[in-house]
T-cell receptor, first 111, second 112 residues
Framework: SQKIEQNSEALNIQEGKTATLTCNYT??????LQWYRQDPGRGPVFLLL?????KEKRKERLKVTFDTTLKQSLFHITASQPADSATYLC??????????FGKGTTLSVSS | EAQVTQNPRYLITVTGKKLTVTCSQN?????MSWYRQDPGLGLRQIYY???????DKGDVPEGYKVSRKEKRNFPLILESPSPNQTSLYFC???????????FGQGTRLTVV
């Protein structure tokens, strides 16, 4: 079955810098890959979806890339702010039956 | 407002006492699912439903039951809760698996 690995459990950066989070998957390339934000004790909130034929997608300060050759998606937050501190999860459709999630990367942005 | 509503938010119960966590969505979504989230293990799917009367097991279904009698509701039933089911539970709904998932507020369950 598909496995998702988010390489860093935690990432600490300074305000104003760009945060880059990595999501790798192990088997077949999904047609879609999604990114979510989760704050402590709350449900994940959808951020961006990227299709396999889209190399890059942007939304305000967020940018996602999708490389099916490397089996990897990168999630960037530019000009990061303390309010961006949260856990970020990537997710993909497994065999048309489940949306599976990585364990997440916890981002801390210090002022 | 698009919403997934779970109840209760917090629950402390004793081993073996049957409980139900309710989940309701107002978006007419066909796909609904339940996850549990534990430290270091991430979100793991318990059960999912692709439509009314269609349910199937996820990765960690043991000790849980679900039903989908109507499109909007997808309750999670613990017939005989045990301490290893202490966890944070989330219900989610999507139009389909290639669209965004909407999550409920979560239910923090403690079984003593």
């Amino acid at each position: 079955s598909q496995k998702i690995e988010q390489n860093s459990e935690a990432l600490n950066i300074q305000e104003g810098k760009t945060a880059t989070l990595t999501c790798n998957y192990t088997n077949y390339s999904p047609a879609y890959l999604q990114w979510y934000r989760q704050d402590p004790g709350r449900g994940p909130v959808f951020l961006l979806l990227i299709r396999e034929n889209e190399k890059e997608k942007r939304k305000e300060r967020l940018k996602v890339t999708f490389d099916t050759t490397l089996k990897q998606s990168l999630f960037h937050i530019t000009a990061s702010q303390p309010a961006d501190s949260a856990t970020y999860l990537c997710a993909l459709n497994q065999a048309g039956t489940a949306l599976i999630f990585g364990k997440g990367t916890t981002l801390s942005v210090s002022s | 407002e698009a919403q997934v509503t779970q109840n209760p938010r917090y629950l402390i119960t004793v081993t073996g006492k049957k409980l139900t966590v309710t989940c309701s969505q107002n978006m007419n979504h066909e796909y609904m699912s339940w996850y549990r989230q534990d430290p270091g293990l991430g979100l793991r799917q318990i059960y999912y439903s692709m439509n009314v009367e269609v349910t199937d097991k996820g990765d960690v279904p043991e000790g849980y039951k679900v039903s989908r009698k109507e499109k909007r509701n997808f309750p999670l039933i613990l017939e005989s809760p045990s301490p290893n089911q202490t966890s944070l539970y989330f219900c989610a709904s999507n139009r389909n698996l290639n669209t965004e998932a909407f999550f409920g507020q979560g239910t923090r369950l403690t079984v003593v």
